[in-house]
């Protein structure tokens, strides 16, 4: 059953540590998408990659957030120093091709105090 | 740049009672609208692609509609399993940029 990875599913941390949230795609999906959901902005994208190379990053706020993709089954979302506006739920989805549909992880629940 | 507004927010309905949800959007060039449902604590899932306006598709109780403007989800005889939030996205010409709703909230009581 084919399905896309995220971990960890919940994660607390103290305002100004580093958080890393990491995502498995779907094996041979060659795009990958990082969202973050909250209820005020709804799922709202920070960046994707298509074979590994990033194509957007323009919806991540730079000074403290970066993402890569150190190889085709291994998608990582950092923030550093986290801050408690960061709380949300992060989603990663994967896709196979250019236009069909995004296959969503269950996302990580990331609450910073 | 790409817009998708979703209506309404929030929509109660009688088990049995047909509704629909509607979205809206504005794109370049769409090369896909997509429909999700979303449980809460879960992440969403696939329920449709339509590519051109004429298209239908459908699934259940489910059944999704598309012109140049917008698409809707018509939902007949809901079950109360059919309660949770979808969402609609688009992709447009130039990438794979995904461009989401704020979504619709839907009940339905037993």
């Known amino acids: 059953d084919a399905r896309v990875t995220q971990t960890p599913r919940d994660k607390v941390t103290e305002m100004g540590q580093e958080v890393t949230m990491r995502c498995q795609p779907i094996?041979?999906?060659?795009?990958v998408f990082w969202y973050r959901q909250t209820m005020m902005q709804g799922l709202e994208l920070l960046a994707y990659?298509?074979?590994?190379?990033?194509?957007?990053d323009s919806g991540m706020p730079k000074d403290r957030f970066s993402a890569e993709m150190p190889d085709a089954t291994l998608a990582t979302l950092k923030i550093q120093p986290s801050e408690p506006r960061d709380s949300a739920v992060y989603f990663c989805?994967?896709?196979?091709?250019?236009?069909?549909?995004?296959?969503f992880g269950q996302g990580t629940r990331l609450t910073v105090v | 740049e790409d817009q998708v507004t979703q209506s309404p927010e929030a929509l109660r309905l009688q088990e049995g009672e047909s509704s629909s949800l509607n979205c809206s959007y504005t794109?370049?060039?769409?090369?896909?609208l997509f429909w999700y449902r979303q449980d809460p604590g879960k992440g969403p899932e696939f329920l449709f692609t339509?590519?051109?306006a004429g298209e239908e598709k459908e699934k259940e109780r489910l059944k999704a509609t598309l012109t140049k403007k917008e698409s809707f989800l018509h939902i007949t005889a809901p079950k109360p399993e059919d309660s949770a939030t979808y969402l609609c996205?688009?992709?447009?010409?130039?990438?794979?940029?995904?461009?989401f709703g704020e979504g619709t909230q839907l009940t339905v009581n037993p």
């Open positions: 794109v370049s060039g769409l090369r896909g």
């Open positions: 989805a994967s896709v196979l091709g250019r236009y069909t549909e995004a296959f």
């Open positions: 996205a688009v992709r447009e010409t130039s990438g794979s940029r995904l461009t």
């Open positions: 339509l590519y051109s």
């Open positions: 990659f298509r074979n590994r190379a990033p194509l957007d």
């Open positions: 094996l041979g999906h060659n795009t």
